[in-house]
């Protein structure tokens, strides 16, 4: 009965933002492992942005470092992506990703798609030249 539910994707031109969503039913974001991770055509899911959710440093991509901020609103119960400086190579499906259980502040999240149990339908970002 967990949903996670993602928005905010689009068609934009390179250099553009966009700013994705997701909100969370039946689970609280706050103290948990959540992340975001993308996948492209012919290749495999990846890790682009990964947070504690209770305190802690945060994972990014190299190729995203400086351009995506993983960031969260308790009160909504959503977590965010803010995406800048967009590339062609942003194109993929971006899914949101969570962690059964409760999560210690302070403590690191595994950036490996194999660790999440719960994830989203996905939300497509589409980055032309």
């Known amino acids: 009965q967990v949903q996670l539910v993602e928005s905010g994707g689009g068609s934009v031109q390179a250099g553009g933002s966009l700013r994705l969503s997701c909100a969370a039913s039946?689970?609280?974001?706050?103290?948990?492992?959540m992340g975001w991770f993308r996948q492209a055509p012919g290749k495999e899911r990846e890790a682009v942005a990964v947070?504690?959710?209770?305190?802690?440093?945060?994972y990014y991509a190299d190729s995203v470092k400086g351009r995506f901020t993983i960031s969260q609103d308790n009160a909504k119960n959503t977590v965010y992506l803010q995406i800048n400086s967009l590339k062609p190579e942003d194109t993929a499906t971006y899914y949101c990703?969570?962690?059964?259980?409760?999560?210690?502040?302070?403590?690191?999240?595994?950036?490996?798609?194999?660790?999440?149990?719960?994830w989203g339908q996905g939300t497509q970002v589409t980055v032309s030249s």
């Open positions: 990703a969570a962690k059964t259980g409760w999560f210690s502040a302070g403590s690191n999240c595994p950036g490996s798609t194999a660790y999440y149990d719960y």
């Open positions: 039946l689970y609280t974001v706050r103290g948990r492992c």
């Open positions: 947070a504690n959710t209770g305190g802690g440093s945060t």
